[in-house]
């Protein structure tokens, strides 16, 4: 049944199969919240291919699923190789998967490798709140009663919805990842960005994941009526939501044009009353900041408060601003992307170099484990969405560096 060569039907027949599976018609995107049916349906099917091609399962008290093959390692350390399932509401069909998919095929391929497939739990953050919860808490960054605290749209904390799919707060204490037993972590993802894909390029070795801030501001001015309060009188709290959210953009140009890769978004706006004819007393809304250094993502938090406060004062509005994550940036492993580069070479293929802009498992398992990341071309940078596409070609170059570097 096995062969020694990585397979492009079996990676694109997986790719379409774990695509059929979504809460909402393909069309408008796929959707597989972790702990859905479909997010089930789509670990199952990884699990039954892992098990046909002799794999054994196991499953963590964190929800994460490792598949190998009884006799792999002998006690010594092997590789870990995977990603993540779930996915953003109507997303796109490559995120996470193609990176579960090259590691299923991986394994296929390579009986006498020391490999474990993995999948994480909760990685896009959608569903719970946070990002990354599968191999944030393997690697011991969130507690049992943090997990408890977060709730999906059901009102179902992490633990009480992932019962059924292994999560148990009793293990969690020793079930925590062993750095002992593993040589490193490998993780393959769709770039979520242009330069791949406008250089032509099918694959790219990734230097280090940026690190994150995540904010939650808002400003509290006085709701009024909107036919009697004169334009001189008021204290309108979406205006000087507006003026920010323009501010943010402009401050993101200025620290990308410093320091590359510095992003600053503004995603999600709430209004109270939200009410035609009321002027907004209350204006809440979210900045996502990502920078490769903790120094600039000090200096960005910084101006940002500095601005804030300055819009606040001169339209008569109270400001807050709450915290809500704090991620460093990750530089991936060096060693790691050596062998990723002579890999390459002996394929006969070159291999750049890329910064990841958004955040991946990979960075958590950084932690504890050398780790290191492919990218692949993402036709024109698209992701979360259901154009997102990568060239089936692609995905195999990726899928056959990773197994000349298990291979050694």
Same mark, same amino acid.
């Given at each position: ?44 099917? +990884?699990? /039954? &291919? ?6 054994? *399962?196991? %499953?963590? #008290?964190?929800?994460?699923?490792? @598949? ?119 993780? +393959?993802? /769709? &770039? ?6 406008? *250089?032509? %390029?099918? #694959?790219?070795?990734?230097?280090? @994941? ?53 992003v600053m978004t503004v995603g999600c706006v709430r209004v109270q009353p939200n009410a035609m004819n ?131």
């Amino acid at each position: 049944m096995n062969t020694t060569q990585i397979s492009a039907q079996r990676i694109a027949a997986d790719i379409e199969t774990i695509g059929s599976l979504s809460e909402c018609d393909p069309a408008i995107g796929y959707s597989r919240p972790t702990f859905s049916d479909p997010w089930r349906e789509a670990r199952d099917y +990884v699990i /039954a &291919e892992g098990e046909r091609f002799g794999g054994e *399962t196991r %499953i963590d #008290a964190f929800g994460n699923v490792h @598949i190998r093959r009884a006799e792999t390692g002998g006690g010594r350390p092997v590789w870990l190789c995977g990603s993540h399932l779930d996915s953003v509401p109507s997303g796109g069909k490559y995120d996470g998967v193609m990176g579960v998919v090259i590691a299923l095929e991986v394994f296929r391929v390579a009986p006498d490798v020391p490999l474990e497939v993995i999948i994480f739990a909760e990685e896009e953050g959608t569903t719970f709140g946070v990002g990354m919860l599968g191999s944030r808490s393997w690697a011991g960054e969130v507690s049992p009663t943090q997990l408890a605290a977060l709730k999906n749209r059901h009102g179902l904390s992490f633990v009480e919805a992932g019962a059924l799919y292994g999560v148990d707060p009793r293990r969690m204490e020793a079930d925590r990842l062993h750095r002992e037993q593993y040589r490193g972590m490998i993780e +393959v993802h /769709a &770039e979520q960005g242009l330069e791949l894909w406008k *250089t032509g %390029i099918p #694959a790219a070795a990734v230097t280090r @994941i940026n690190g994150r801030r995540e904010y939650e501001v808002r400003f509290s001015g006085q709701g009024n009526h909107a036919g009697s309060t004169r334009m001189t009188d008021r204290r309108d709290a979406l205006t000087g939501a507006s003026e920010a959210i323009l501010m943010i953009e402009a401050l993101g140009r200025r620290l990308d044009q410093e320091q590359q890769h510095s992003v600053m978004t503004v995603g999600c706006v709430r209004v109270q009353p939200n009410a035609m004819n009321v002027i907004p007393g209350q204006a809440i809304f979210t900045v996502d900041f990502r920078a490769q250094e903790e120094q600039i993502l000090d200096n960005g938090e910084q101006r940002l408060r500095e601005e804030l406060d300055r819009i606040a004062v001169q339209r008569d509005l109270g400001v807050e601003v709450a915290v809500n994550e704090r991620v460093s940036p990750s530089p991936l492993d060096e060693t790691l992307r050596k062998l990723f580069q002579e890999a390459a070479r002996r394929l006969g293929k070159t291999l750049p170099e890329v910064p990841s802009g958004a955040l991946h498992d990979a960075a958590r398992i950084a932690t504890c484990l050398p780790a290191g990341m492919l990218f692949v071309g993402s036709r024109d940078g698209i992701s979360h969405d259901p154009r997102e596409y990568s060239r089936n070609e692609d995905i195999v170059e990726a899928a056959e560096i990773v197994l000349e570097t298990v291979r050694g």
